[in-house]
């Protein structure tokens, strides 16, 4: 019997290092999804679709995978902006106004005899404009970004409600223009995905991101070695609220009508929620442009699988309150570990 089992042990011990590498690769597999903050939030979308496709068979029907591509473009165009800012250390509260402000100059810019190319460009101008307006006060007069922008949130809404008169209008423009701003069924997602990944080469492969990010891991070291904080802070802001204005004219053409009421402090807070969720911390420092758009898709993904089940939008106000603080205390903690794991 002993003679059986010696004889045994060879083939165990000629397995053992198929299963060693096997223990490896997993291992490299689970260090990559570590350092990855898209991984997550990438693997909680699928867990979601697969779940809400199971109690509602018109999920992923084509008419209702255009309304989540819709609703998540114009959230991930608006958190591509924010993430920008609040790598640096900073917030921006206006943007949802500035979404609701820059088609309506543009829509009376058309009305005054521009082009409407012409015009959609007036309309950014004064979204970059509002920007540059924030991150002067910020950065000049040292007034934090959160109070500064709360304050430039409801002068532009009583601004917007003013030009306005309080009453929606209608953009009128040619087929071309409409198709390629938003009234095609593809165009905005498009608009979405190449925005995104333009914003996240910015924020990783070149020097505007990487003093961006230093800027908001350290203000004063990075100030120190000679990069231009102030300028950092001001770009970002302005380029946020640029987001904020090519959303809102998105939208404009998509929907065919100009609101005052619309975004505000909705789309602003979900474009912040989709950063967060996505890996964005809010102390600045770190971030991810393509985790903002998974944040956008996932938040998107849960409000219409909440609606096609017949839940309580209240409820669904809960659950995200309850993603983002689950979220942010995952984010720490892989923080933490990445940085032990750096040392390794």
């Known amino acids: ?57 018109v999920f992923l029907s084509p008419s209702n995978i255009a309304n989540l591509a819709e609703y998540a473009a114009t959230t991930a165009i608006i958190a591509a902006g924010q993430v920008m800012v609040l790598v640096c250390g900073e917030v921006d509260l206006s943007v949802g ?22 015009a959609i460009l ?27 922008t709360l304050g430039t949130l409801f002068i532009i809404n009583g601004l917007t409600l003013t030009i306005s008169g309080g009453y929606p209008v209608q953009p009128k423009a040619g087929a071309l223009i409409t198709n390629i701003f938003g009234g095609n069924p593809v165009s905005q997602i498009l608009w979405a995905i190449g ?23 350290n203000l004063i070291g990075a100030a120190e070695v000679g990069i231009k904080t102030n300028r950092i802070k001001i770009g970002n802001f302005i380029m946020c609220s640029i987001m904020g204005g090519i ?14 009421l619309a ?12 950063s967060v969720i996505g890996g964005t911390l809010l102390n600045g420092g770190s971030g991810t442009i ?37 979220t942010m205390l995952i984010n720490v903690h892989l923080s933490r570990l990445r940085a032990a794991g750096g040392g390794q």
């Open 97 to 118: 106004q500035v979404y609701a402000l820059a088609p309506f100059v543009m829509y009376y810019a058309n009305q005054a005899g521009i082009p409407y190319l012409p």
């Open 195 to 217: 925005i995104t990944l333009i914003f996240q080469f910015m924020l990783v492969k070149t020097r505007w991101g990487l003093h961006t990010i230093a800027t908001g891991g």
């Open 247 to 260: 959303a809102g004219i998105l939208d404009a053409f998509r929907i065919s009508s100009i609101d005052p």
């Open 263 to 274: 975004g505000g402090t909705d789309i602003m807070f979900m474009a912040i929620a989709s």
């Open 290 to 326: 393509i985790g903002a758009f998974l944040g956008a898709a996932v938040l998107g993904i849960l409000k219409d699988g909440f609606t096609l089940s017949g839940v309580s939008a209240y409820t669904f106000d809960m659950i995200l309150g309850i993603a983002i603080l689950i």
């Open 1 to 57: 019997m002993a003679k059986e089992k010696a004889d045994a042990a060879p083939p165990q011990l000629q397995d053992s290092p198929q299963r060693v590498e096997q223990w490896g690769v997993l291992r490299r597999i689970g260090r990559s999804l570590l350092h990855s903050r898209e991984a997550s939030i990438a693997m909680a979308g699928i867990v979601l679709v697969v779940y809400f496709q199971s109690t509602a068979a």
């Open 122 to 148: 007036l309309g950014l101008i004064a979204g970059g404009l509002v920007g540059l307006f924030n991150g002067l006060i910020t950065v000049v007069l040292r007034i934090p970004s959160f109070i500064t």
